[in-house]
């Protein structure tokens, strides 16, 4: 267990809707990850927060939003579901500082799977 | 899109085995990882090889690094059916200009077989 938590596990959501993800970082971690990994793929890159702030974005279109509240722990909003945004959605932390590389091994939670009809 | 390709995309082996797998990615890189998942579940973290590093072991595992090939080989030795997982490479990138992300491969499936 890596201590990053995600709510919910499951999720079933028709085309069209609005879906918000949670997840609450390891303790002490600071920055925050969102994946989206298909079935059969590995995880792609979807944004990262620090400190409140989106600090790197991947290819995904802006209905993809988040949030990163002051206890680190965040959201991940998608708007406008559509039939392929159906996957496991993995959140990770990891600490980011003056000390610590922002490349340094991420800690998964363990992912909410949404599928959309 | 994945930048790193691992191969091969399912190996099956007996226990006790060892089993390769590898990886090759494009871009170049800050350090390379490579991470466990059990079926539908988050990742693991297994081990951490910097670009400056040619090759690391952490009990069961070696992995090697060839940044002129742009290639890494994680080997697990002595495998057990507990081994059976999918496994990922995902690399970071060496520009601190580029987005502060991981960038999977597609993984290979590992089934060990009691």
């Known amino acids: 267990e890596t201590g990053v938590t995600q709510s919910p596990t499951h999720l079933i959501k028709t085309r069209g809707q609005q879906v918000t993800l949670r997840c609450s970082s390891q303790s002490g971690h600071n920055t925050v990850s969102w994946y989206q990994q298909a079935l059969g793929q590995g995880p792609q890159f979807i944004f990262q927060?620090?400190?409140?702030?989106?600090?790197g974005r991947g290819n995904f279109p802006p209905r993809f939003s988040g949030l990163q509240f002051p206890n680190y722990s965040s959201e991940l909003n998608v708007n406008a579901l559509e039939l392929d945004d159906s996957a496991l959605y993995l959140c990770a932390s990891s600490p980011f500082g003056a000390s610590h590389s922002p490349y340094n091994e991420q800690f998964f939670g363990p992912g909410t799977r949404l599928t959309v009809l | 899109s994945q930048q790193g390709e691992e191969d091969p995309q399912a190996l099956s082996i007996q226990e006790g085995e060892n089993a390769t797998m590898n990886c090759s990615y494009k871009?170049?890189?800050?350090?390379l990882q490579w991470y466990r998942q059990n079926s539908g579940r988050g990742l693991v973290h297994l081990i951490l090889?910097?670009?400056?590093?040619r090759e690391k072991h952490s009990g069961r595992l070696r992995v090697t690094l060839d940044t002129s090939k742009k290639s890494s080989s994680l080997l697990i030795t002595a495998s057990r059916a507990a081994d059976t997982a999918s496994y990922f490479c995902?690399?970071?990138?060496?520009?601190?200009?580029?987005?502060?992300?991981?960038?999977f491969g597609s993984g290979t499936q590992l089934t060990v077989l009691p």
């Open positions: 927060y620090y400190r409140e702030e989106e600090n």
């Open positions: 871009t170049s890189i800050n350090n």
């Open positions: 090889i910097r670009s400056n590093e």
């Open positions: 995902a690399t970071a990138p060496i520009s601190s200009g580029s987005a502060r992300q991981l960038t």
